[in-house]
């Protein structure tokens, strides 16, 4: 499974990488070029219809996906002001560069991510 600590190299993964604390986080987003994280709840609605788009993402995309659950990492959801799941936020270069809350197309998405890739 590709949830080691990224090697420095910005490459991507082709698929989501959960975030298991708030230094893992941390080493994900400065350690890749761009990063979608999606802070997600596992009773969330919206959150599993975007699920499979996401999953799709990882795999066609250079950005890295990652997720970060809100119950398990209230605080790291709290420093981000995520008030409603899902909130995805882009990183490039370990920078914060877009929030969205709520479903976006594919395309969107996709757009977004290109737009720090390209």
Known sequence: MATDAPSGSGQSLDEPLHVESEDHFQ?????????????????CGPCKMLEPVLEGLAGETDAVIAKVDVDQHQQLAGSFGVRGVPTLVLFADGEQVEQQTGVLPAERLRSMIEGYTE
């Open 27 to 43: 080493e994900v987003t400065s350690g890749y070029d761009v990063v979608l994280v999606d802070f997600y709840a596992d009773w």
